[in-house]
């Protein structure tokens, strides 16, 4: 089976940073998108960076310059640095993959359990 495990949540002052990492294991035959969303108390989940099989990436408009996402030699791990953090980047943080298992023909999207980020002095 995959899973995705997350580390790297906590609490921080304004201006700190966190770094993320998730990894994927299991039966993986192929990652095509490994990203991070982010939920907020009261908000909607949203798409905070992606980084796909080509090693394009993309960013939500408010972490722009500010986080950067990247990921291993064996591209079975997501990082995401996160600089200079402000109180509205509290929220839950989600690691999200597209992948297609060994036992599978299809691409599958699977989600972490989610690591809590709290900015806040």
């Known amino acids: 089976q995959v899973q995705l495990v997350e580390s790297g949540g906590g609490l921080v002052q304004p201006g700190g940073s966190l770094r993320l990492t998730c990894t994927a294991s299991?039966?993986?035959?192929?990652?095509?998108?490994m990203g991070w969303f982010r939920q907020a108390p009261g908000k909607q989940r949203e798409m905070v960076a992606r980084i796909v099989s080509d090693d394009a990436v993309a960013y939500t408009d408010s972490v722009k310059g500010r986080f950067t996402i990247s990921r291993d030699s064996a591209k079975t791990t997501v990082f995401l640095q996160m600089n200079n953090l402000r109180p509205e980047d509290t929220a839950v943080y989600y690691c999200?993959?597209?992948?297609?298992?060994?036992?599978?023909?299809?691409?599958?999207?699977?989600w972490g359990q989610g690591t809590q980020v709290t900015v806040s002095s």
């Open positions: 999200n993959a597209v992948i297609k298992s060994s036992s599978s023909r299809s691409f599958q999207a699977y």
């Open positions: 299991g039966s993986i035959a192929s990652i095509n998108v």
